[in-house]
């Protein structure tokens, strides 16, 4: 496995920190081929960033030069310097003015261009990782997601990614600017006096190890920061999306103390981490103004003895001062590099995800209708855990047929409509679909031929019309049978915007028993061979559930129809019910076959329709 995999950790809220020491960069690295993408702005930014670092040391020369010659009527410098303020219109002195001015111009013209140049790859960059790691997440099975919250993938997916962008538009012009600025003033430096170069670059090479100290002391904070950040998103997702039951429970004082350690946690991270850098950025001025001070004390030596003039003291020491920025900025960079380190091992570990249901190298399309659906003696216990949940489960579906399955809670009903969508693969037996094995099939081929309701209808943010037809096309007409056969038309009439009622966040705005009737109009509007429904109607009333039945038997002669159910009403029709308890079939049958034999299934109907003389 990557790193990146390894570090799958870091978003499970589940799983320790790894402490280990981290050297800046090693994730971040992998930024660089994002970049590639686009290559006219990588070349437009370092070369634009490497021309205004150039043209911001220029005024500081033409003023060395320009005090020279008003002191000693001597120009000095390059010969096409020279020729260039001479042949300017005006006197000399007007010339070095305006060789002053050029410097300060171009040096906003290309930092302008520089700063469009790497925000817009970063945005780029930003847009590009965001949808690898989206594309990532989806594409993972539903084990996936058992045990992670997903406050830490939205933590994710959001403010690591977008820190990773700052990285991009700010480090990286950072880097350029120091790199460019130092090589630049290091050879006109040591053009000038090889001495004085030697007095300021001498101490600075100390900043190495406290580079190191730094990189390998505070990367573990900040990616337990990152961690915080993610735990603090997943409590405020699960608080909000449960704020009736923590009113109803009068939790909130519960609720905000439990927002108080994440954030308190987040909190002393920082504070770690702000303590760390604190020290590290003034030992770089420690070190800054050890080699400032010695360079004018030596430099008024040399100066004094003629070995250097005054016009080029004072370039030297303007430019000396100058370089006190991009020490600065390297200190701020140091800290942006770890904290892109820190998100970047995050956003990477998402984007290296595999998941371990995919397509068979050669898994072919499931071109035709689905005739018949057959499970042979499946076993399956879920991943992470050793209690089986499916022993020896066999039936069969033809076009057609309606199945009815049944059984106390934790009996396996919907694990089996799990394994039809392939969410899970069996662990032994198998499942077929028109007499081919389901792995042999593409997923999506599959997935395209069912209609799945699940027993808690999701609707999505947005209209009750995007809610249907999502990922389809249909026509109005289309769309109003299947909400026809849902039985959702009639109230849909009757709401205020219609079909462009506004549903609500999870559609909060509908009763359950309109956002069961929206979900299965969904499923519908695919028109399948394979209508899959997991509790689907319990959220409705009798009346509306008997017609919704009326309507589904009506309208899919070749449709098969899978149904799991508590209510036995919604499956007392049913070709087939198969009755369940703990993972296994027990009775099989009619429902009137199935009342007489007086088991599970009739105790159940008994229950429910309220005659207990019999019991």
Do not use: C
Request: glycine share 8%.
């Amino acid at each position: 496995m990557t790193d990146g995999v390894n570090d799958l950790g870091d978003i499970d809220p589940m799983a320790p920190s790894h402490d280990q020491k981290q050297i800046v960069g090693r994730q971040i690295w992998r930024v660089v081929p994002y970049a590639k993408r686009y290559p006219g702005r990588v070349f437009s930014g370092i070369f634009s960033n490497a021309m205004a670092r150039m043209f911001d040391l220029m005024p500081f020369v033409a003023i060395g030069y320009s005090i020279d010659y008003f002191t000693n009527g001597i120009m000095s410098g390059p010969k096409f310097l020279q020729d260039f303020v001479i042949n300017l219109p005006g006197s000399i002195e007007v010339g070095y003015g305006f060789l002053i001015f050029l410097g300060f111009f171009f040096l906003a013209l290309f930092q302008g261009l520089s700063e469009y140049s790497w925000q817009t790859l970063g945005y780029r960059i930003q847009h590009d990782l965001r949808m690898d790691a989206t594309k990532s997440i989806i594409s993972m099975e539903a084990s996936y997601y058992d045990m992670r919250q997903t406050g830490q993938i939205m933590s994710v997916l959001s403010s690591d990614v977008n820190q990773l962008e700052d990285v991009v538009a700010d480090s990286s012009t950072s880097i350029i600017r120091i790199i460019v600025t130092f090589l630049t003033a290091f050879v006109i430096l040591v053009l000038m006096s090889w001495k004085l170069a030697a007095v300021l670059f001498g101490p600075l090479i100390l900043i190495v190890p406290l580079v190191y100290w730094f990189s390998t002391r505070v990367q573990r904070k900040y990616r337990k920061q990152r961690e915080s950040t993610g735990d603090i998103t997943a409590v405020l997702e699960n608080l909000i999306s449960g704020i009736s039951v923590v009113q109803a429970y009068n939790a909130q004082d519960w609720e905000s103390e439990r927002v108080n350690r994440e954030s308190a946690a987040y909190r002393d991270q920082a504070i770690g981490a702000s303590q760390d850098r604190n020290r590290f950025v003034p030992m770089i001025y420690a070190i800054a103004g050890i080699a400032f001070g010695l360079l004018v004390s030596v430099g008024g030596s040399l100066a004094g003895s003629g070995e250097i003039s005054t016009g080029q003291l004072v370039t030297f020491l303007l430019i000396s001062t100058r370089m006190t920025m991009p020490l600065f900025i390297f200190g701020i960079l140091i800290n942006q590099l770890q904290r892109g380190e820190a998100a970047a091992r995050r956003v990477f570990a998402v984007v290296d995800l595999e998941p371990e249901i995919f397509d068979k190298e050669d898994a072919i399309e499931l071109s035709e209708d689905i005739t018949s659906v057959e499970f042979k003696d499946v076993h399956f216990t879920y991943p992470n855990t050793t209690i089986p949940v499916l022993k020896g489960i066999s039936f069969k579906v033809e076009g057609g047929d309606f199945l009815g399955i049944m059984g106390h809670t934790g009996a396996g009903k919907t694990t089996i409509l799990k394994l039809l969508m392939r969410y899970y693969t069996v662990n032994s037996g198998e499942v077929l679909i028109n007499g081919v094995s389901i792995q042999d099939y593409t997923l999506d081929s599959v997935r395209d031929k069912i209609g799945f309701v699940s027993q808690e209808p999701f609707l999505f943010y947005g209209t009750v019309k995007d809610n249907v037809i999502y990922n389809q096309t249909a026509s109005e007409a289309e769309l109003q049978t299947a909400l026809e056969l849902a039985g959702a038309w009639e109230f849909i009439q009757e709401l205020e915007d219609s079909l462009d009622t506004m549903v609500g966040d999870r559609g909060a705005k509908l009763s359950g028993g309109q956002r069961a009737r929206v979900s299965l109009a969904r499923a519908l509007l695919k028109r399948p061979s394979l209508l899959i429904l997991d509790e689907a109607s319990s959220a409705l009333d009798a009346e509306t559930e008997r017609r919704i039945q009326e309507n589904l038997i009506a309208s899919g002669n070749d449709r098969a129809t899978i149904a799991v159910a508590h209510r036995l009403s919604t499956i007392r029709n049913a070709d087939e019910i198969i009755s369940m308890v703990d993972g296994a079939i027990v009775e099989r049958g009619k429902h009137d076959d199935m009342v007489e034999a007086g088991g599970v299934y009739a105790s159940q109907w008994t229950i429910q329709t309220g005659d207990l003389a019999g019991l």
